[in-house]
């Protein structure tokens, strides 16, 4: 498979439990780009990451939230002490190259339901 | 604050016909535009990408862009009920992120 993987898919966690999403890039893909879709809402930026490296976070709230993109393995996105607000689909989509021309390409998603 | 702009619809046109899908941009600098189709409980796809003034074909889509007028649009040919989804205007911002408008919901009826 050689589009972007996410997992898992589906994540349920109790109100003050943690949650981490899992992103592996396109092969060759070294820009990794975190969104968020809420219910009938658009995809908002959340973190921009390369390798070993957070390029923007701007959109991500600066509590309880984290990412990283590690030398070896996937990207992971980190909700501490989830809120019934949390809930929405994660997704993950990465580049081949920086700059403002660069096409992302999507993974399938993570759709987190916090109860 | 950088705002990208699309009317929600539902825009319904028969099978066959045109759909135009348009959206407007607010950040005048903004160089890369970009469309996707996201089906329901789906993630979004890439349809395609521009980044001049005119016209770019791909199949039976054209996306259409006009800087003058922050205003990108995009044209589906020969509508088909499996054209049916949200479609997504996005503009990259100056790191390279993407700012998208809330879609589109198109219906194409057989």
């Known amino acids: 498979n050689a589009g972007v993987m996410q997992n898992p898919r589906h994540l349920v966690r109790r109100r003050g439990q943690e949650a981490r999403l899992r992103c592996s890039p396109m092969k060759g893909h070294s820009h990794v780009y975190w969104y968020r879709q809420l219910p009938e809402e658009g995809l908002k930026f959340m973190v921009y990451?390369?390798?070993?490296?957070?390029?923007?976070e701007s959109g991500m709230p600066k509590e309880r939230f984290s990412a990283e993109f590690p030398k070896e393995g996937p990207s992971i996105l980190r909700i501490q002490q989830v809120v019934r607000g949390d809930s929405a689909a994660y997704f993950c989509?990465?580049?081949?190259?920086?700059?403002?021309?660069?096409?992302?390409?999507f993974g399938p998603g993570t759709r987190l339901t916090v109860t | 604050q950088k705002e990208v702009e699309q009317n929600s619809g539902p825009l319904s046109v028969p099978e066959g016909a045109i759909a135009s899908l348009n959206c407007t941009y607010s950040?005048?600098?903004?160089?890369?535009f970009f469309w996707y189709r996201q089906y329901s409980g789906k993630s979004p796809e890439l349809i395609m990408s521009?980044?001049?003034?005119g016209d770019k074909e791909d199949g039976r889509f054209t996306a259409q862009l006009n800087k003058a007028s922050q205003y990108v649009s995009l044209l589906i040919r020969d509508s088909q009920p499996s054209d049916s989804a949200t479609y997504l205007c996005?503009?990259?911002?100056?790191?390279?992120?993407?700012?998208f408008g809330k879609g589109t919901k198109l219906s194409v009826k057989p």
């Open positions: 521009i980044y001049s003034n």
């Open positions: 996005a503009v990259s911002a100056s790191q390279g992120n993407l700012i």
């Open positions: 989509a990465s580049s081949p190259f920086s700059g403002l021309a660069s096409e992302q390409y």
């Open positions: 950040d005048r600098v903004s160089q890369s």
């Open positions: 990451l390369q390798k070993e490296n957070i390029i923007d």
